[in-house]
């Protein structure tokens, strides 16, 4: 089994919005986003899903843009639908 990989990720200063495509069986895909928080400490870096407050923008900005992909991707495929059935 292979480990599924995100399809894009987002990084606005050390916060990251990770996106997952979830494809079902009609041949939607959904699509979900994950929050994190990048850091380095003396083992190397590391990831948080807690925010301090002067984070709390950068996740509002990762959502955004986020968000603005992900409908781009769907638009895309209502432009070029997949000829799988």
């Known amino acids: 089994m292979t480990k599924q990989k995100p399809i894009n990720e987002i990084k606005v200063a050390n916060v990251r919005a990770t996106i997952w495509a979830n494809p079902l069986e009609d041949g939607r895909v959904i699509f979900n986003v994950g929050f994190s928080r990048l850091f380095k ?3 190397g870096w590391h990831d948080a ?3 301090r407050r002067n984070e709390l923008l950068f996740i509002a900005q ?6 603005h992909w992900i409908i781009d991707q769907q638009k895309n495929e ?3 639908p997949t000829d799988e059935e």
């Open 78 to 80: 209502q432009l070029h």
């Open 49 to 51: 899903t807690s925010f």
């Open 41 to 43: 400490d003396v083992d």
């Open 62 to 67: 990762a959502a955004e843009k986020a968000f």
